[in-house]
């Protein structure tokens, strides 16, 4: 079955990101800051009529890259059962072209260390060295120009 790629609200999207981003906590840890704003941009891949991936786009300056406008990539979760099966690639390119088509230019990302190769396979490079975000751990930022 060919999955289904489209723009969404971020409710449709919370329980996954929860799931796959904040086990064990209180749903509002998958709220993020921005979330609401009309500038963000909430996209899922949906197979056999559930939400299986999800990411999401939040206009953000990041004083270490110069072009504008930037876009941060947040809460990036692909349910445990269709990981490896090539739709948060596909989950990706279809963001990224949507960002095109608004004109975005550039996105960056806190990428989580168990996930920096999915996203070097996906043109991000890095910058900058490791750091730590409390209570979700070791991260590296990751940027990539459309």
Known sequence: MKPELKQVSVEEILTLRHQVLRPGKPLSTARFEGDEQETTYHFAVIL???????????????????QKPSYQLRGMAIDANCRGQGI?????????????????Q??????RISSVEFYIKNAYLQIGEQFDIPGVGPHVMMYKSL
């Open 88 to 104: 948060g690639r596909q989950l990706l390119e279809y963001a990224e072209n949507q960002l095109k088509l608004n004109l975005v």
């Open 48 to 66: 056999e009529s559930k939400i299986q991936g999800c990411v999401s786009f939040m206009l953000k300056f990041n004083p270490k890259l110069v």
């Open 106 to 111: 550039l996105i960056w990302c806190n990428v």
